[in-house]
């Protein structure tokens, strides 16, 4: 168990829905980081938080978009769902943002677009 | 662009022989981390090595470090079923003033008893 705990863990919704995925760090932990992994594919960067403000953006489509809120806790929204989202969404957090320190991954959320 | 390679992309061996995966990056590295991901897991950090031509063991794990930071490897002695997953190798930018990690694609090792 890495201390980091993401909800829900599956989600089945239809195209042109939009949905929130959620995270909670480890404790002390200050940046939280989300990922989308989709079949026999590698850990693609979507975006990172640090104590709530937006550090860095990797290939977030602008469908997309996160927060980080005041319990460090993170939501990424989804909206205008196309088949193509369908994947593994990882949230990842760590002490450290500047450093490039270790990553705590929780278990992710499923995502199907029907 | 910047860009991080691991090679081989799918590895299949017979228990007991030896396995490597190689990860090589454009750009210098502050340091390298290695994770494993089981088959329906998430990935699991491993081991970070900082100095530059680094080399350090879990059992039967051995990591490297390139000299140049820019490459690594990480070789499992005498595989087991247990080693079954992907391997991830990432590192931050040296230079970089972000967290985030460049991770390598990923080699899928699956270990036939």
């Known amino acids: 168990d890495s201390g980091v705990t993401q909800t829900p863990k599956h989600l089945i919704t239809a195209t042109g829905q939009r949905v929130t995925l959620r995270c909670s760090p480890r404790s002390g932990d200050l940046s939280v980081y989300w990922y989308q992994q989709s079949l026999d594919q590698g850990l693609q960067f979507l975006i990172q938080?640090?104590?709530?403000?937006?550090?860095a953006k990797g290939n977030i489509l602008e469908r997309f978009s996160a927060q980080q809120f005041p319990d460090l806790h993170s939501e990424l929204n989804l909206s205008s769902l196309e088949l193509g989202d369908s994947a593994l969404y990882f949230c990842?957090?760590?002490?450290?943002?500047?450093?490039?320190?270790?990553?705590?991954f929780g278990p992710g959320t499923r995502l199907t677009v029907t | 662009g910047q860009q991080v390679m691991q090679i081989p992309q799918y590895q299949h061996v017979q228990e007991g022989e030896d396995f490597t995966t190689y990860c090589n990056s454009s750009t210098t590295l502050s340091n390298i981390q290695w994770y494993k991901q089981r088959p329906g897991g998430h990935p699991v950090f491993l081991i970070q090595l900082v100095k530059s031509g680094e080399v350090k063991k879990q059992k039967r794990l051995t990591f490297q470090f390139g000299e140049a930071k820019k490459n690594s490897s990480l070789h499992i002695t005498a595989t087991q079923t247990t080693d079954v997953g992907t391997y991830f190798c990432?590192?931050?930018?040296?230079?970089?003033?972000?967290?985030?990690?460049?991770f390598g694609r990923g080699t899928q090792l699956t270990v036939w008893p």
């Open positions: 990842a957090s760590s002490v450290r943002d500047r450093r490039g320190g270790e990553q705590y």
């Open positions: 938080y640090y104590n709530g403000e937006e550090r």
């Open positions: 990432a590192g931050p930018y040296r230079g970089s003033t972000l967290g985030r990690l460049y």
